[in-house]
């Protein structure tokens, strides 16, 4: 199987388990946001691989080029839609006497847009389309491996890692800055990249270690995860940068350990399982070429439900939710074929 092609599948299930927390389905409490901790492990995966296999190392400026050429395109076009939904909907509940909570200063849309983290009287604050907080980190990786990759060339790899190591070790060893700017650039999230790219150079040899035990370490996890989800998650401590510490059971819990290393297991699991037993599913490949669309364009189904979900009981929203999930994937299918396609050439 192609090595690939099981990246595709995780990306099409990591988009879905992030869109299931958003929407009050029956999984919603048994997904956490593990989605995205499996995103950040594989994009970290990625570039190791396209590097390696593109010859980038030599090209620094073609890798950032085609890196922001997947990102940019679809987040400017869901953020200039986001905010022409913003104005039409305070245009209507002005009739009603309500606002849309949202702020849509010069200075936030400028920063959302060049994914720059955004402070409010010294707390943080997340981008116009609220998702696009993973896209910030994402650039940051992607922009220290272009710094890197201009420095070292083919031999980029460890300083790239020592590097995400050093600076998403800091908050754990001196703890946070009180400053959006220094939380951000030293945050855990970093070190999601750093073991992502480990795995992409060690794979193979990790996918033969454990391809004999590969069956019960997965339900194992699984079943930790079942544990965790069904404690009473209080969302997130919000010192630093938020959602680095997840709160259960009035305990805060690094991210990291809690959903971090369990979700890094179940990513080099499928791989085992899928080299193994040499799974092919088209629809999940589908589904992965699908997932940087259904990852953003859940946003408008999220705040369509905001606005009609008190003319609905909650057993009719959970079909609804069904309902507009389904939606999001079809829709996302064409969002893929006909625009972000035209952008990875």
């Known amino acids: ?81 986001f905010v022409l939904m913003h104005i039409t909907l305070n245009s209507f509940h002005e009739e009603r006497g309500l606002k849309f909570p949202i702020d849509m200063s010069i200075e936030t849309v400028l920063k959302s847009c060049f ?25 940051l990786f992607y922009i220290l491996t272009f710094f890197l990759l201009i420095i070292f060339r083919k031999h980029f790899f460890i300083p790239l890692v020592l590097l995400l190591v050093a600076m998403g070790s800091v908050s754990y060893i001196i703890g946070d800055f009180s400053n959006v700017y220094l939380d951000f650039l030293t945050s855990p999230f970093l070190l999601y990249f750093a073991i992502g790219l480990l795995l992409g150079k060690y794979h193979e040899f990790l996918k033969e270690k454990i391809s004999s035990f590969v069956e019960p370490m997965l339900f194992i996890v699984l079943y930790v995860f079942f544990i965790v989800m069904i404690a009473e998650d209080s969302g997130y401590a919000y010192e630093g940068m938020p959602r680095e510490i997840v709160v259960y059971n009035g305990k805060e819990i690094p991210r990291l350990l809690i959903w971090g290393i369990p979700s890094f297991i179940v990513l080099i699991s499928y791989f085992a399982l899928a080299s193994k037993y040499k799974i092919t599913n088209a629809y999940l490949s589908k589904l992965g070429d699908r997932s940087y669309s259904i990852y953003l364009l859940q946003i408008f189904f999220i705040y369509f439900l905001y606005e009609v979900k008190h003319k609905f009981t909650r057993s009719e929203k959970v079909w609804l939710s069904m309902a507009m999930i389904i939606a999001l994937v079809w829709i996302s299918g064409l969002s893929y074929k006909y625009f972000e396609k035209r952008f990875h050439k």
């Not at 409010?120 to 994402?138: A, K």
């Open 1 to 81: 199987m192609n090595r690939l092609e099981s990246i595709q599948h995780l990306r099409g299930i990591a988009a879905l388990l992030v869109v299931f927390v958003h929407f009050p389905t029956p999984l919603a409490r048994f997904c956490g946001s593990i989605g995205v901790d499996i995103f950040f492990f594989i994009s970290g995966f990625i570039i190791f691989i396209s590097i390696d296999k593109s010859g980038y190392h030599n090209k620094p400026f073609t890798f950032l080029k085609k890196r922001l050429l997947r990102i940019i395109p679809l987040y400017f076009l869901v953020t200039v839609l």
């Open 115 to 139: 994914f720059i983290p955004i402070s409010y009287d010294g707390m943080y604050r997340d981008p116009l389309v609220f998702l696009g907080w993973s896209l910030n980190f994402e650039m």
